[in-house]
């Protein structure tokens, strides 16, 4: 057995000083609706090179290093951290030195601090709006010539500040205005893929940061209890309570927002039905909302047949479900490739946590963003399904930057699509 590393445990009242004690480059930050977790240091690392066949073993090899670790007082460990959008690219998991837990985190509902002014940042978008159009066109065209159903486009925004990013500052603002989603931080190995999206070499012994406020639960298990909350179908919040609730109704009653839910429903259920003895999936679809987004959202809950099915297996199982992929799997992915001038990492992949019994929870890794220094690379993308409007999927993914945006303090809606460097 590997030394027993510390585990603290914190009052639930003390939620929000996890915040306070994150430090970017050591730490693993998570806030759910039900808990709050900090984790801090690295026991044991989870050598993991990517590859189908390796990350079909990875629940086997993560439950492997979990027996041989344990922290102080006989309490289970935990593994944490982020599994990349693309099974080829390597996942960062890691055995922390200390893992503290508390409930729900509640901070104040002030205005987001502001970290730079206006005139004091560049941006530029991957692929600039009207290629991004582009891309949606030919997606739609190739809906008429075979068996695709549904694909989803991303775009970035590339945001350089005079100054470095205070990610703790940026933590505490996406955490504020986003009280009941999934706000994470996870700390990232250097990598060479920074090279082709951060110009500014000097930001090289920077800490790296995958940071973000996801409205998407991937899956939670809790003993022999599962549930999934996925979201698809989208539609842009407004300021004027009248217009917003129009807003929120139009989705609700949408065709075409409904079957690009359906689709992504169907997946889920076909994907956890092989776990479970039962599994509850709503006919239905409810709404759900974040400071930027109304979204159609089921709670799919089932209980577990299979003891030893961790949230890890379960995560990976329903990995990548069509709300961040398309369907088919395969088709939607050939589609992304030719689609997309730009590495995802870990956009669309999930980040979360598993301990030695099993139990977990795993965040869709959306509304987010990588930080290193001075850079940001913000990440949003639309689902595309026949009907499907290019105008009406950039204005989409505009909108859903407005997380980090706002969370940066920097508001005009025209930033979002801004075409070259400001």
Known sequence: MMDMVNLEAVPAAWASELIDMYEAGSSFFLASPQRTLLAKGEAARLSVQGGADRLKSLP???????????????????????????????????????????????????????????????????????????????????????????????????????????????????????????????????????????????????????????PELLVTRTGGRLKANPLAGSAPRSSDPVEDRRRAEALLASAK?????????????????????????????????????????????????????????????????????GTPTDLAQETIRESEPFDRGFFTGTVGWCDASGDGEWVVTIRCAEVEGRELRLFAGAGIVEGSSPQAELAETSAKFRTLLQAMGLNQPQLAVVKGDK
């Open 60 to 214: 086997q090899r993560v439950a492997e290093l979990l027996a041989r670790t344990q922290f102080s007082g006989g309490a289970p460990s935990v593994v944490v951290g982020a599994i990349p959008f693309d099974p080829a690219k390597p996942a960062e998991l890691i055995v922390p030195q200390t893992a503290r837990w508390a409930g729900k985190l509640q901070l104040s509902s002030e205005a987001a601090e502001r970290q730079a002014d206006a005139s004091d940042y560049k941006l530029r978008p991957v692929p600039e709006p009207e290629v991004y159009e582009h891309s949606v066109s030919r997606a739609l065209a190739r809906f008429q010539k075979g068996d695709l159903r549904k694909v989803v486009l991303g775009r970035t925004l590339h945001l350089t500040l005079p100054t470095k990013v205070d990610v703790n500052r940026l933590l505490r603002n996406l955490a504020r205005h986003n009280p009941h989603g999934y706000t994470f931080a996870v700390n990232l190995a250097p990598g060479e893929a920074r090279a082709a999206w951060t110009p500014d070499k000097s930001n090289g012994q920077e800490p790296r940061t995958l940071i973000g406020a996801s």
């Open 257 to 325: 927002d409904r079957h690009e839910h359906a689709v992504v429903i169907e997946a889920v259920a076909d994907a956890l039905r092989p776990y479970c003895t039962r599994l509850d999936v709503p006919r239905e679809p409810s709404l759900v909302q974040t400071s930027t987004m109304w979204h159609l959202s089921t709670v799919v809950t089932g209980e577990l047949a299979d003891p030893w099915a961790s949230s890890l297996e379960l995560a990976l199982a329903l990995h990548p479900t069509p709300a961040i992929c």
